[in-house]
C-alpha cells in the first residue's frame, strides 16, 4: 500500500493529508484564556476539518493529536488533554459512523490513560465497518518512535527467520511502519506558524507537499483547508523526474 503512486493528475483530490495542529495555547493565549480552552476550540475545528475532508473526498486524514514529547508539558495540561480527546472522541462516535468515518489511531497508544484509551478503542471498533473518510489519529506518537519500534520488529523477524536480510527493500520498511494500511500522506498542513515537522511521519513524507500556514489550529476554517487542498492541486509533483518525463506519461498514448 505503501509504495509511491507517482500520481501526478493535477486536478486529482490528495488521497492523504497529514495535519501538525499547532498554535491551540497562542490561540488562547491572545485572548487572556487559559490553554486548554485553545484545546477545546481546536476540536470544533476537528470537527471542521474532518467533515470538509469527507465532504471533498479525501481517503485518509492524519491529525497529530499528542505528540511523544507532549507527555513532558504539565501534567495538568497532558491530563486535561488526554480527558478531553476521549470524551470529544466518546461523543462523536454516532456522527463519525453516521458520516461512515472510520476512526483508527497510530503511536504509542499503551502509555495513555486506561479511560482514554477504551473510548478510543471503542470508537474504533464501533466505526470499523465505515467505508468514507478513514480519521486516524496520530497519539503518544513520533516518527524516531515509529521507525525505533520497526527497527525492532524486522530485527527480531530477521533473527526467528521469517524474514531474510536481503528480501528488506523501501516497501518492506513500510510494512513494519504503523501506518502501512495507508498510501503516504500526499500533502502535509502545519498550522500555527511554524515551519518544521516535528518528529511526525518523516518516512512517510518524503515525496508530500507541505502547506504552512500561520493561522493557528482553532481559526483554522473549512475555507482555509479547502485553500490548502486547492493550491495542491495546482502543484506538479516529480518525484525526482524532470518537468518533461512528467508530460510525456500524462500524454494519452495512441490507440491502433
Ligand atoms: C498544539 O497546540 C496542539 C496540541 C498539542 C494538541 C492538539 C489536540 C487537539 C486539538 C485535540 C484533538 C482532539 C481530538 C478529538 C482529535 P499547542 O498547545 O502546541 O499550541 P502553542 O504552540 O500555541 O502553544
Known amino acids: ?60 486524514l492524519t491529525l497529530y493529536a499528542f505528540s511523544t514529547e507532549n507527555w513532558n508539558r504539565p501534567q495538568q495540561e497532558v491530563d486535561m488533554l488526554m480527558h478531553l480527546i476521549g470524551i470529544a472522541i466518546e461523543r462523536e462516535t454516532p456522527d463519525l459512523i453516521k458520516n461512515n468515518v472510520r476512526l483508527t489511531m497510530i503511536g504509542d497508544v499503551e502509555r495513555m490513560p486506561a479511560e482514554a484509551l477504551e473510548r478510543l478503542r471503542g470508537c474504533i471498533s464501533r466505526t ?89 489550529w482553532p481559526d483554522f476554517s473549512k475555507e482555509d483547508f479547502r485553500n490548502a487542498v486547492a493550491q495542491f492541486k495546482g502543484r506538479e509533483r516529480r518525484f525526482g523526474l524532470t518537468g518533461e518525463q512528467i508530460k510525456a506519461s500524462q500524454t494519452p498514448k495512441k490507440t491502433v
Open 128 to 216: 470499523a465497518h465505515c467505508t468514507g473518510l478513514t480519521l486516524n489519529l496520530a497519539l503518544s506518537y513520533s516518527s524516531r518512535w515509529e521507525i525505533t519500534d520497526a527497527v525492532r520488529h524486522i530485527a527480531a523477524d530477521v533473527a526467528a527467520g521469517r524474514l531474510k536480510e536481503l528480501d528488506i527493500d523501501e516497501n518492506i520498511v513500510s510494512a513494519y511502519m504503523a501506518t502501512k494500511d495507508m498510501p503516504d500522506p500526499d500533502l502535509l498542513i502545519r498550522t500555527g506558524g511554524d515551519m518544521r515537522v516535528s518528529n511526525f511521519l518523516l518516512w512517510q513524507i518524503a515525496y508530500a507537499e507541505l502547506y504552512f500556514t500561520q493561522t493557528h
Open 1 to 60: 500500500m505503501n509504495s509511491q503512486s507517482h500520481e501526478t493528475d493535477r486536478n486529482s483530490v490528495p488521497a492523504h493529508v497529514a495535519i501538525i495542529m499547532d498554535g491551540n495555547g497562542r490561540w488562547a493565549q491572545a485572548r487572556g484564556l487559559d490553554r486548554s480552552e485553545g484545546h477545546v476550540e481546536g476540536v470544533n475545528t476537528v470537527r471542521k476539518i474532518t467533515e470538509e475532508a469527507s465532504e471533498l473526498g479525501i481517503k485518509y
